[in-house]
C-alpha cells in the first residue's frame, strides 16, 4: 500500500507542479501584453502572488502526503497516550 500511495504522491506533485508552472507562463505572457504601464505593474503584482500561492501550495501539499504515508505511526500514538497520561 505505502508503494501505490508514494506512487501516486510522486505523479499527483508533478502533475500539480507543471500545471502550476503552465498556468504561470500564460499569466505571464498575458501580463506582458498589457500596454498601460500602471496596468502591467498591477497584474505582475498579481502574477506574483499567484506564483507564491501556487508553488508553496504545491510545497505545502507535498511535504503534508509524504509526512502522512512515509510517518511513524506508533510515534504519533505514543505521544498522544502520553500527553492525555500526563502529571502534573
Known sequence: MSTTSSIFTTVLIVA???S????????????????????RMAAMGAETLLGVVLL????W???HLAVRIFGKKEMAHFSIIKWHTREE
Open 56 to 59: 508553496l501550495g504545491t510545497v
Open 16 to 18: 500539480m507542479s507543471l
Open 20 to 39: 502550476a508552472m503552465f498556468i504561470l507562463v500564460q499569466a505571464t505572457i498575458y501580463v506582458t501584453a498589457i500596454a498601460s504601464p500602471l496596468q
Open 61 to 63: 501539499l507535498a511535504t
